[in-house]
């Protein structure tokens, strides 16, 4: 079946570091998004990519979805406290099927001051 | 707008009580997800479903039911708790797949 994985799952940084995390996929998808879960929280929705190749920025934060629409990764640069949390890419499971949505286990971000 | 209510907010089962964890949404949202978060790990899918009367499986559904008989309601069912179903439990709505509107959780705790 469809697996998302990611890496790293954690990964601890010096505020105004920078930080990535790369997500990678068994099969090709048909867009890919991401959340942040705040410590104790539920997740927010960041982001979604659909297209070959795409890169989109939010501020400090640079989101980008592979040629081949199987990987992809998001970018902090300058990270901050405000920026603790656990990251997760979705992919749509079982071939882009409706209403199936899959998370990668996350990358949980601590920052230090 | 509410968005996306989910009651208990906390809950301890005994080992084969049975219980329904609420969810409702108010974005008249067609997509509705049930996930369930482990200490420390991702999200697995339990149960979604594409709009009222449609449900199907996830990663996960062993141990549970659900139900859409409307838009805005998902329940959840546990019928016979074991203690590893200990998880927080996400239910989650979206208009077309994509960008999920989480609620808040439920803790819940089987002993």
């Known amino acids: 079946g469809q697996q998302v994985m990611q890496i790293p799952q954690y990964q601890h940084v010096q505020e105004g570091e920078d930080f990535t995390t790369y997500c990678n996929s068994s099969t090709t998808l048909s867009n890919i998004q991401w959340y942040k879960q705040r410590p104790g929280g539920h997740p927010v929705f960041l982001i979604q990519l659909v297209k070959s190749g795409e890169v989109k920025k939010q501020k400090r934060l640079t989101f980008q979805f592979g040629e081949a629409k199987k990987n992809s990764s998001l970018h902090i640069t300058a990270t901050q406290t405000t920026d603790v949390g656990t990251y997760f890419c979705?992919?749509?499971?079982?071939?882009?099927?409706?209403?199936?949505?899959?998370f990668g286990k996350g990358t949980k971000l601590s920052v230090k001051p | 707008n509410a968005g996306v209510t989910q009651t208990p907010k906390f809950r301890i089962l005994k080992i084969g009580q049975s219980m329904t964890l609420q969810c409702a949404q108010d974005?008249?949202?067609?997509?509705m997800y049930w996930y369930r978060q482990d200490p420390g790990m991702g999200l697995k899918l339990i149960y979604y479903s594409v709009g009222a009367g449609i449900t199907d499986k996830g990663e996960v559904p062993n141990g549970y039911n659900v139900s859409r008989s409307t838009t805005e309601d998902f329940p959840l069912r546990l019928e016979l708790a074991a203690p590893s179903q200990t998880s927080v439990y996400f239910c989650a709505s979206s208009y077309s797949n994509e960008k999920l509107f989480f609620g808040s959780g439920t803790q819940l705790s089987v002993l």
């Open positions: 979705a992919g749509p499971g079982y071939g882009g099927s409706q209403g199936n949505l899959i």
């Open positions: 974005m008249n949202h067609n997509y």
